[in-house]
């Protein structure tokens, strides 16, 4: 098995430190950073993904490799800037106003980081102001969750803050969170939205032209 194979199995599987040791040990054979990111971490997670939408991985495993591979990539990451890989864009992410559930968007943040995207994380109960800002700041796409019918209505009302304060041309707005549909994310006029963190990820990436 090749090194690659071997980090990319290390991910599917959890394997937090075997991760870390094959990435170390990929460097210091002199593999680049960009084909240790592509052919091994976000290979790994696509496969993650796949497993999960066909029903043989379930959030818990999920979690594990995501978390695999986020360590891996933290050892990557000062490689990667020497390197000048490019991500594929800035995503900010984070929980609306008034709701303070976070594993399903931390469940995003982290599979949109094995797609190769940038993550800020915003975290829960997040203000329009908190959403805006990070938009001024560059961000490519913004994400928001939602777990409470009681907070669904704030994702409409940060959009629109988001059209009042002029940028609305610049951003692209995905929803999610159980109680989200394409019809909500329609009707209150979001660019994507998706089901779960792995079609989430392929979302984005398609959303942005990649
Ligand atoms: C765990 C949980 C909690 C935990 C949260 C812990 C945490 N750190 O997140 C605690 C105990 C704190 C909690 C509190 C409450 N909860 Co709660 N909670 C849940 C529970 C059981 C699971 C949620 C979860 O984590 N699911 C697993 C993740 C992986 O799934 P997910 O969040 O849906 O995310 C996936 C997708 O939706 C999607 N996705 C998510 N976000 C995004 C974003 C984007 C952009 C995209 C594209 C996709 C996407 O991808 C994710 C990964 O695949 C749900 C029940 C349920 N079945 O949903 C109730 C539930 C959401 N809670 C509920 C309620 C009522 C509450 C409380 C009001 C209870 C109370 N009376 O205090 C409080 C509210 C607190 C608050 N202000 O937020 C209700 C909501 C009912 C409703 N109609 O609104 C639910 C549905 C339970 C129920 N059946 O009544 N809760």
Known sequence: MSLIEEIRQAVIVGDAPDAKAKVEQALNDNLTADTVLREGL??????????????????????????????????LKPHL???????????????????????????????MEGAGFELVDLGVDVSPDKFIS????????VAMSALLTTTMPNMKL?????????LREQVVVMVGGAPVTQAF??????DGYAADASSAARKAQELIGR
């Open 81 to 111: 800037v020497e390197e000048g890989v490019e991500p594929l864009g800035k995503v900010a992410i984070g929980t609306v106003k008034g709701d303070l559930h976070d594993i399903g968007k931390s469940l995003v943040a982290m599979m």
């Open 134 to 141: 990070v938009i001024q700041d560059g961000a490519d796409i």
């Open 185 to 190: 994310a329609d009707q209150i006029g979001a």
């Open 42 to 75: 976000i290979d790994a997670m696509r496969e993650v993904g796949q497993l999960f939408e066909e029903g043989d991985f379930f959030v818990p495993e999920m979690l594990i490799a995501a978390r695999a591979m986020k360590g891996a990539l933290d050892l």
């Open 158 to 166: 940060i959009i629109e803050e988001i059209e009042a304060a002029g």
